[in-house]
């Protein structure tokens, strides 16, 4: 199956290429940036050796959708989205916290628990909490953003305004956009009978010192979802929640032995495996967007986005 896990293109005036952990951002003319959501899948700060069909696609035009159902609560730096895999928008300087958000003890924030910690990014747990359990209200835990190759890791708000990381002013700007996304977010999950579990933002400033919101927002790789229905019952018998999200993936690698820790080898993900999470991918794009996903053409994924790119470039300058 062709993916896209690598880009090397040379688009007009082009000033520079940086690559993430699954996506690739162009800087045109310091003025726009070109963000190609690769295929690649990251998981425990590692990249898979092999790359998830359409999973580009996915991530891409989910991050699209939520841009436009959230933009008249919170301004985002998006421009167009000129190919299924690429969205285009300002250039902005970001902030180096991502802005992690959680309803529920799941994921990261349980593994910490349950290892006896009651206080996350100098927030308060709750005594008594069960994994996936909703918390009285929703918690902001906040995290570097890690240079590629490094772990982000889990701050305070304390710290990042003793640090200066961000100022006082800007923070709670954050905070209360990271709020009204998630609130925004719970909602459209409730409506396609989906609980919207943890997430979490970026934000930049563009050139004139507007915050925005930049990356992705509300996709399987930067938020957990589990199913509405069932899921108290679930909660009631001590049974495994039903997810959407990426950590079915962190769960089978978990169970491989691996979790990105030193001398931990990645196990061997087989062509069929592969096949599984692509239709995982699919199955929660069907379901957070209520659309059915159409594939793109990826019979030449890189001419097709060149081209594509090429063409707006093109017309926007004009």
């Not at 690598?6 to 699954?22: E, I, T």
């Not at 990249?47 to 959708?65: D, R, W």
Request: charged content about 30%.
């Amino acid at each position: 199956m062709n993916t896209i896990t690598s880009s090397n293109f040379n688009f007009p005036r082009q000033k520079s290429l940086y690559k993430g952990k699954v996506r690739e951002v162009y800087n045109i003319n310091d003025d726009l940036l070109v963000m190609i959501a690769t295929d690649r899948l990251s998981a425990f700060d590692v990249i898979m050796p092999k790359g998830i069909p359409y999973k580009g696609q996915i991530l891409n035009q989910i991050a699209t959708k939520f841009m436009q159902l959230t933009e008249d609560i919170v301004p985002n730096w998006l421009v167009a989205t000129p190919d299924p895999n690429v969205a285009v928008g300002h250039l902005c300087e970001p902030f180096k916290v991502e802005m992690v958000i959680r309803g529920y003890l799941s994921g990261h924030a349980a593994r910490e628990y349950a290892a006896g910690k009651r206080v996350l990014c100098g927030v308060a747990l709750p005594e008594g909490m069960k994994e996936n359990d909703k918390f009285p209200e929703p918690i902001i835990t906040p995290s570097t953003k890690a240079e590629v190759g490094t772990h982000d890791e889990d701050i305070s708000r304390e710290d990042i305004l003793a640090k200066g990381i961000v100022s006082k002013e800007d923070y709670e700007i954050l905070e209360k956009y990271t709020r009204a996304l998630f609130q925004r977010g719970t909602e459209i999950a409730a409506s396609r009978g989906l609980i919207l579990v943890d997430t979490k933002y970026e934000f930049g400033k563009t050139k004139d010192g507007k915050i925005v919101l930049i990356d992705e927002i509300h996709t399987p790789d930067s938020s957990r979802y589990f199913y509405s229905e069932g899921y108290q019952e679930r909660q009631d018998k001590g049974e495994a929640q039903k997810q959407l999200s990426k950590e079915f993936v962190r769960q089978w690698l978990i169970s491989n032995g691996f979790q990105g820790k030193e001398g931990q080898q990645i196990p061997e993900m087989t062509d069929e495996y592969i096949a599984t999470v692509s239709d995982r991918y699919i199955e929660l794009y069907e379901n957070i967007s209520g659309e059915k996903f159409e594939k793109a053409d990826v019979s030449n994924i890189h001419e097709r986005i060149e081209k594509n790119v090429n063409a707006f470039l093109a017309t926007y300058n004009k």
